[in-house]
Structure formats: C-alpha cells, structure tokens
C-alpha cells in the first residue's frame, strides 16, 4: 500500500512504537492521526514531523482505558474524517507500567486487559464504516509474542495475578480478536492483522519491565522465572 494521500489513524503515538510509525508514516506523505493522553508529548511529535517536512498531523487526544474514551475518540474521527485507510492499534499498558500491582479501568476492568483489548476492539468497531469506505483499508493490531491462557472462570484475574500475566493474557485476547475479525470481513475489502514489533525494544514499556527484572535479581518480569518477551 502506497502510503501518499493515506489517512491513517495511530493509536498510542506519542511514546513507543507507535510515535516511530507515526513519523515513519508521516514521512512517507500519509495524513497520521495521532493519539494520546499527552498534548505536550503531541506537540513535540508533530513538531519533529513538520520538521522532516511530513504534513502536520491532527491529535486526538482521549484516555483509552475507559469505554468512554474509547467512544470520545471514534466520534471525533468520524466527525472529522469520510473515510479511514488504516487503523493502527498500538496504544498499550506494559506489564509494569505504573507497578505490576493489579489495576481497575473505571469501568470496573483488569486495567491492562481495557487498554490492551477492550479499547482496540470497541475502536475498531466503531470505525468500521470508514473503514469499510476506504476500501482496501487495513487494521493492524500491535500485539506481542508474549501470551498467556484465558482463564475464563476468572478473566479479570482476581486471584494469582501478576503484571506480565495480565499483559500476555491481553495480548493474546488481542491475537484472538484479530482472527475472529478476519473473518468477519472477508470479502469486505478490509485485511487484518496482528503483529509482534520486535523484542526489548528502547520504549517506555520496555525499559520499565527491564528495570523490574534487575531489581529481581534478573527475574523475568512480575517476578516469573524467565523474562516475558513483549514490546
């Protein structure tokens, strides 16, 4: 897919992984929306775009660990937008991020299980009919190697819980997600997938479970005995 004259959605864009795609992208003459929870990290993003001489970015800016905020965000592009080439579903929560203690979404969710999966699938639902306008589009879900089984007795892991189990067991909902919807699509122009970016990369998330191993003692991260691999 030639990139030039694209509008491309990229959730998560103002740290990580998804800030690299957004400028790549960017440089490569799409239109990128950017998202996140930071206005101040925005505009260094969009400086450092228009800098490279790429078309200023739009920003979005909504909290996607609430229902709520997920909405927010997809109202906002289809008000603004007819029509949306590619969704990136990059915006995450580490295993450690914010400490590996276990954390509630205001909606009453494991924290990382709303971010990582909750909030991708509820978002690209609702952007499907843009989507399905800008046929062939795509939806590319920024998953990871690291995964975990679904306890479906206790999805929201009240019992036993760690942050690199919460983490894998949302990837891996995200994994799922992205077949079932697959599926769903076909023969609707749209192609799905997820993908795993790279190991230990330098991000936020990353470095912040490597910080957690060494204060282990070299443990892998929430303490499990080897280290979970993960963007």
Do not use: C
């Not at 400028?23 to 998202?35: K, M, N, P, S, T």
């Not at 929870?37 to 790429?54: M, P």
């Not at 200023?56 to 109202?75: I, K």
């Not at 990382?112 to 509820?122: D, E, M, Q």
Request: without cysteine; proline residues 3%.
């Amino acid at each position: 897919m030639k990139m030039n004259g694209k509008t491309i959605l990229v959730t998560g864009s103002t740290d990580g992984v998804g800030r690299y795609v957004a400028r790549r992208l960017a440089e490569d003459g799409a239109r990128v929306l950017i998202h996140g929870r930071d206005a101040a990290r925005a505009k260094v993003l969009s400086d450092e775009i228009a800098k490279a001489g790429g078309a200023a970015p739009t920003f979005y800016q909504a909290d996607l660990s609430s229902m709520s905020g997920t909405r927010a965000l997809a109202e906002a592009v289809i008000r603004d937008h007819q029509r949306l080439d590619v969704l990136v579903s990059n915006a995450g929560i580490g295993s450690q991020n914010d400490g590996p203690q276990r954390q509630v979404s205001a909606d009453g969710h494991e924290l990382r299980f709303a971010v990582n999966y909750l909030s991708g699938f509820l978002l690209a639902h609702l952007l499907l009919p843009l989507l399905k306008a800008a046929a062939p589009s795509r939806i590319v879900n920024v998953a990871s190697l690291g995964q975990h089984p679904i306890d479906f007795d206790d999805v929201m892991i009240t019992k036993g819980y760690s942050g690199s189990r919460a983490y894998a067991q949302s990837k891996l909902s995200q994994i799922m997600f992205t077949i079932d919807l697959a599926d769903e699509l076909k023969g609707a122009g749209i192609t799905v997938n997820a993908l795993h970016p790279a190991t230990y990369m330098n991000t936020t998330m990353v470095r912040a479970g490597r910080r957690h191993a060494d204060l282990d003692g070299g443990a892998g991260w929430g303490g499990d005995p080897a280290p979970r691999r993960g963007r």
